[in-house]
């Protein structure tokens, strides 16, 4: 198969298993159309659709399609009736002589033919290019246009498609979502050679197929960074939520060479929020993910390095140098580190709230699957700030939207504003005393066991959609034996060191630890995973520029 330059993304496509033809078919397009078209030469059907199939796969676009009609093995309407499945919106023409042009006046019907040309078709300026002409005209007014480069290819109540989903929509990366039951979706499968058994599928920029991929690989195949450019750092922040990518800004922005090391995407539980209205500076509120991506473009442009899916699971002390382990058996090290490892939404305790999990129980947002809660009714666990702005979020499409708390009201752990706001909305209501005993399905959510804690009495109620606010627990477990925790994991510092004057056994330096420093010099915690933090985002984003002020003195005196 012989091309020309990728730099025209569209295809014309011809096949002819003469050479002679098809060298001189390919000439003649390349003549009038090889400027704004790229032409795409192939000798056999199964060439052919093996090329169109990579086409497929690449995002590329084909706007019409040439084949003769004797070839061997698989003549010219046999190929366009399987081009169509992959090229629906292709227009299809039938190279044929004279005696075929009955095979050809039936072929409308079976593949639907949009034009047959008789061979030979000299000169091209009267007998093909006014043919191909209208042809491409038709093309370009359907809509046929390119989409994002990435695609997912799932299932709607597929949990690690809903997890491959989320991961590419917090990460800014943009992607189409194909259902596997749909025609396009059917199609994508079947250019990759997959039945559809094991989802997702995604399809990277490149045309790389992923089945069911982890997060490291599709991170690396998506254009993420995920392998450090140097072994050695003045600051290695672990976490990338608020307070992880504040740290991040002010410590490159002032000079220090700065890797931040993210689990799974940037902005935290905050990233998460579907508006955030009481954040310093944004009067009309602001989405965790408009926050979180103008932190990590404010981030890299002042030189830190951001790495997205890499799991750190350990930190020692070498000398003057903190090293950071990674799950892979690699490591970074570092003059310093700062722990911003925030905290992840406790699970619920119910029976077949995990067998649910991403087929109608989230924990989170899950802001990808709004769009699917539409004319639903919702169920959302939780009475603090970010179960009501889920609420609001979601009550704008949802038939209805009901908060199950535990306690009495929403006062003892919610935003006043917010209050007034959940008020307001007619679609949602309150359910206090109310606590989720058991959730029902086969594949999919279906039915919610409900208990008044008060009363004790149970009620079944119809349910698709729960999303699960109920409580944060620190990701600290790998530091244990290193940073001294609370008794709930979260992280001591400064003060919280030395409660009675004196500084922790194992530290050996003539003066107590800073303000936001843990027990390991030169280690520093803030954000929510420290112990009695604020737990809101203005505070995390502070306390990450004030760690970075505490390394610089820190550094100062090592």
Same mark, same amino acid.
């Given at each position: 198969m012989a091309q020309t330059s990728d730099a025209a993304r569209t295809v014309i496509m011809t096949v002819d298993d003469d050479p002679g033809v098809s060298r001189a078919v390919a000439r003649d397009l390349r003549r009038r159309y090889g400027e704004s078209y790229r032409i795409v030469r192939a000798e056999s059907g199964e060439s052919a659709l093996e090329a169109l199939r990579e086409l497929k796969l690449r995002g590329d676009l084909v706007a019409v399609i040439l084949a003769d009609y004797r070839m061997p093995q698989m003549n010219g309407i046999e190929f366009l009736e399987q081009a169509l499945d992959v090229y629906p919106g292709a227009r299809r023409v039938l190279l044929t002589a004279y005696a075929d042009?009955?095979?050809?006046?039936?072929?409308?019907n079976v593949v639907d033919l949009d034009h047959y040309l008789l061979k030979p078709w000299d000169p091209p300026e009267e007998k093909l290019y006014p043919v191909l002409d209208d042809l491409l005209e038709a093309w370009r007014c359907s809509d046929f246009r390119?989409?994002?480069?990435?695609?997912?290819?799932?299932?709607r109540w597929s949990a690690r498609s809903s997890d491959v989903r989320e991961f590419l929509a917090r990460n800014q990366v943009p992607y189409r979502w194909y259902s596997a039951d749909e025609p396009e979706g059917r199609r994508l499968l079947t250019a990759a050679g997959h039945d559809g058994q094991r989802l997702p599928l995604v399809v990277t920029p490149d045309g790389t197929p992923l089945v069911e991929p982890e997060a490291p690989e599709l991170a690396a195949r998506v254009g993420l960074a995920t392998t450090?450019?140097? +072994?050695? /750092? +003045?600051l290695v922040v672990i976490g990338g939520g608020p307070a992880g990518l504040g740290a991040a800004v002010y410590g490159a922005s002032e000079g220090l060479r700065t890797v931040l090391v993210e689990r799974s995407a940037t902005g935290g539980q905050a990233g998460q929020s579907s508006r955030i209205e009481n954040y310093l500076g944004f009067p009309d509120g602001v989405s965790g993910a408009q926050l979180t991506d103008r932190a990590r473009r404010q981030a890299t442009k002042f030189g830190a390095e951001i790495?997205?899916?890499?799991?750190?699971?350990?930190?020692?002390?070498?000398?003057?140098?903190?090293?950071?382990?990674?799950? +892979?058996?690699?490591?970074?090290?570092?003059?310093?580190?700062?722990?911003?490892?925030g905290v992840s939404y406790r699970q619920l305790d119910a029976p077949g709230c995990n067998d649910l999990t991403g087929c109608g129980v989230f924990y989170g947002s899950a802001l990808t699957e709004a769009a699917s809660c539409q004319g639903h009714d919702v169920y959302i666990v939780g009475g603090a700030n970010s179960a009501g702005q889920?609420?609001?979020?979601?009550?704008?499409?949802?038939?209805?939207?009901?908060?199950?708390?535990?306690?009495?009201?929403?006062?003892?752990?919610?935003? /006043? /504003?917010?209050i007034q706001q959940i008020n307001e909305a007619p679609n949602i209501s309150v359910r206090a005393h109310t606590v989720v005993e058991s959730a029902h399905g086969s594949g999919r959510l279906e039915q919610l066991t409900l208990r008044d804690t008060e009363t004790g009495e149970t009620e079944l109620v119809d349910a698709q959609w729960m999303f699960v606010f109920i409580g944060a627990a620190p990701l600290t477990d790998w530091l244990d034996g290193t940073v001294l925790r609370d008794e709930h994991g979260f992280i001591l510092a400064g003060p919280d060191l030395t409660p009675d004057g004196r500084p922790p056994a194992d530290w050996e330096l003539d003066r107590p630890p800073y303000h936001l420093e843990t027990n390991v010099p030169g280690v520093f915690v803030a954000g929510d995973a420290r112990a009695e933090s604020a737990k809101r985002v203005a505070s995390a984003v502070g306390e990450g520029a004030m760690a970075v002020m505490l390394v610089h003195r820190y550094l100062e005196q090592s």
């Open positions: 042009t009955g095979a050809a006046i039936d072929a409308i390119p989409v994002p480069s990435t695609k997912v290819v799932g299932h450090p450019a140097a +072994d050695f /750092y +003045d790495l997205t899916a890499r799991q750190v699971t350990g930190l020692e002390v070498n000398g003057a140098a903190r090293t950071v382990r990674f799950s +892979d058996g690699s490591a970074v090290a570092a003059h310093s580190v700062i722990l911003a490892t889920a609420a609001m979020y979601l009550s704008r499409g949802a038939k209805s939207v009901t908060l199950l708390v535990r306690g009495r009201d929403l006062s003892a752990s919610m935003s /006043y /504003y917010l």
